[in-house]
């Protein structure tokens, strides 16, 4: 038997109430931003660390 993702299978499941399902979409564009923070921190944050390495091979 071939497995894979099923297509076109109907999700089993209580259906949500129009306002709950509008709070969904707005918990998930705050993630989103959250998400694009922590990636520029990272960033930042390795920057950092390299500047940190380049003085110590100038010494």
Do not use: H, I, N, T
């Amino acid at each position: 038997m071939k497995k894979g993702r099923k297509r076109g299978k109907r999700k089993s499941g209580k259906k949500k109430k129009k306002r709950e399902r509008g709070m969904e979409g707005k918990r998930k564009r705050g993630k989103r931003k959250e998400r694009g923070r922590k990636k520029k921190e990272k960033k930042e944050r390795l920057a950092s660390l390299d500047r940190d390495d380049g003085d110590k091979c100038k010494m």
